[in-house]
Each structure stands twice: as structure tokens, then as C-alpha cells.
């Protein structure tokens, strides 16, 4: 019964994988989750009420009011009751209103008005889930923090094959069962993350910097937020930021301020410590005060090195609490990282390679290796950033276990 006191709201759109949404209804259920359902109007062409009524043990939602009684059925209510609003399946149409605020049925208001995780299950033909305008709605949920189970692959309703099948009800109740049993672990424990690159000024106008996104450093601080944790995220300029409610985030620029800003908050005491950032190695020795203009001639810039953060919080570490670095890797990708580890005194270090498709900078996917000091690592094969975060979470857990908190 891991789901057992949990309120979930499962929206159901007009798909041929509704019939899916039956069984998923049925594990959920068995698992001690209260299941409310929401359709589309549609939804209902390919699923009856009746069953989904039968199966959740509530009446069916798919107006704002019951057009018998006249009873309201309140959006915001709706949203304030769930722990987790589910939508599968959910259509090519939903999912870009979704991304674009639209609320013309009550399973999109309820979306707009839920303060609990999202979880989306897209289901749809192969060229409609590939088409950008797609790709670019599931992109911007992801970035809100949406979490979208990805699709699966095999034959089609159109009789097609491709990517676009709803995944299976076992594998999104397992989802769910992740995401919703995990709140609460890291309670009363004070955790800081680095995230997204730095720039470094040449002149008022350039800098040096690199393709940090700050998803996977975001995707982080929001599991590590969610599992109760009190985060504080130290970000360069970033293009995505942690969206879990509490997390703080301390802006800075360059690799200097990512030094100083993390070396305090790792002063005023962490028993978890992430250093995603991509943060530069060298920075301009004497950066211009004002615009450098070309004059036809080759140009030399004196570059030289940064503080190394994770060194310094590594040499003065406390005994107690975990740190763990991160790893980008072009070459000789294990042994660097296993050098890295122990050179800067962590407790684990993830290592992603850029020979790896999907891994690393600006996707939304990645696939990593977990090592620990003691010489055990863990291969996270190519997953979403917030399944791989959670991937993280868990081994800084288990790491955790023997230490006290600060
Ligand atoms: O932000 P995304 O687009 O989602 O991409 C994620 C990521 C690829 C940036 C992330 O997964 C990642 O690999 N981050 C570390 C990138 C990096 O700088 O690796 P490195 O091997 O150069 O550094 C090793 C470790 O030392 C890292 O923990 C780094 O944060 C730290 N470091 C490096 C230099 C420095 N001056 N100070 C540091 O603390």
C-alpha cells in the first residue's frame, strides 16, 4: 500500500489509450490512493463514466456543474485536494494548452489552478507526438516542472509504428509511487546546490561561458526540495530554475561570486552539498573596463584559473554530511572522474560524458554514472533529468544514513 492516504486526480483526455486509464485506475486504487476523475468530453467517446466511476469509487467529473442537480464542481478544490494530478492519457491538443494557459474544460482549469505535482502520459500518432509544436509544449512543461512520462515505442491505433504509444499503466503507477513516497525523507536537513554556468567578463560586453542550462542542477534542488529538504540553490545565469516551492536561489555571474556565495552558505552549515555547475576554469586576467575594438590585428587574452569551489569546500570540509560533484567528461571519462572524487575530497561524483547522445548540456535527458568513494557506482541508463535527479537523491540518501545532520 505505498500509496495509501494519497489524493490523486486523474485527468482523462479523448485518446484511444483511455482504456488504459481503467487499469491504471485500478493499481493506483489497490495501492491505497483516493482516485478522483476528471474527462474531457471527448475522453468519453472512448472510456464510459460508468466504468471509471466503478473502478475510482467517485462520481465522474467532467463538467463544471452537474447538469441534474446543478452541483458545482470547483476547479480550485479539485486542485487543493490532490497530492498528484495525473493526466493519461493526454492528447497532442491538451498538452499544448496546457503549455499555453489555455482553460476551456474543467481538466485544464483544475490544471491551472493545481498546486501539487503534474504528471503527464502523452498519447498520440507518431508524427503528431514528433511534430515541434509538441516537442515545444512537452519542453515548456518540463521546464515548469511538469513531469511527462515519456511515450513509448510499437504499434499504433493508425496502424503505424512509432513513438507515441501511452506508456504502460504499471510502469506510470510506478512512477507515481516514486514521486509521491519519497516527500518527507530528507525533513530537517539543510542541502546547497550549484547550478548553471558562469560568465566570465573579457569587456563590458563578452564573456566566456558554456552551455549549462541548469536543468539537471534544477532538477535536483526540486527532489531534494521535495523530499523535505531546505534548499539553497547558487545559480550563474541560467536558463531554467528549480520551480519547487521554497527553494531559494542565490543569482550570481562569474566564477568568483559562485566561489564566495558558496563557500558562505556552506558556512552556515549543509549535510548536503551538490555541485552541479558548469563553472569556468579560467576567467580573463584583466578584463577591459570598456568596449575592445578590432583592429584588424590577431588578438592574445591572458586567461587565468579560477578558485576551484568543490576543492575548497572539499579541503575544508565537515566530517559529517555528503558532498557530491559532478564530472564532465570529452575523454578518459572514468578514470578523470575517479580522480576528481578523491582529489577534491567528495563523497560521490556523477560523471557525464559528452560522447554520450541526450547526456549532458541543455537536453532534457541524461545518462550518467554514480560513483562513491568506497568504490561502488551505479549506471543511471538515458532517462529524464528529474528521474536521474531522483537516481542522485537516492545514493546522497543512502550516503546519508550513517551521518548526523548540522
Ligand atoms: O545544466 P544542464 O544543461 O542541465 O547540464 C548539466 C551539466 C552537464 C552542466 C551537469 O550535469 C554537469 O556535468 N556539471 C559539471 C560540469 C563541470 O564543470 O564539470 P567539471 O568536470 O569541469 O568539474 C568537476 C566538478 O568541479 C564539478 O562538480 C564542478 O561543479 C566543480 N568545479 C569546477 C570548477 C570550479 N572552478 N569549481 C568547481 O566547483
Known sequence: MQLKGKHILLGITGSIAAYKAALLTRLLVKEGAEVKVIMTSSARQFITPLTMATLSRNPILVEFFDPENGQWNSHVSLGLWADLYLIAPASANTISKMAYGIADNLLLTTYLSARCPVMVAPAMDLDMYAHPATQQSMKVLRERGVRIVEAASGELASGLDGKGRMEEPEKIAAEVMSLLRKPGTLTGRRALVTSGPTREAIDPVRFISN??????????????????AAVTVVSGPASVYPSCPGVEVRKVISAGEMYE???EEYGKGCDITVLCAAVADFTPACPSGTKIKKDGNRMTMELVPTKDIAAAIGAHRRREGVIAGFALE??????????KLSRKNMDMIVLNSMQDPGAG???DTNKVTIFRRDGSFQDVPLESKPEVASAIVDNIEQLLGGSEGC
Open 211 to 228: 552551455h549549462s542550462s541548469g536543468k539537471m542542477a534544477s532538477a535536483i534542488a526540486d527532489e531534494l526540495a521535495r523530499r523535505g
Open 361 to 363: 548540456f541543455g537536453v
Open 330 to 339: 570529452t575523454d578518459h571519462a572514468r578514470e578523470n572522474a575517479l580522480s
Open 261 to 263: 556565495a558558496t563557500v
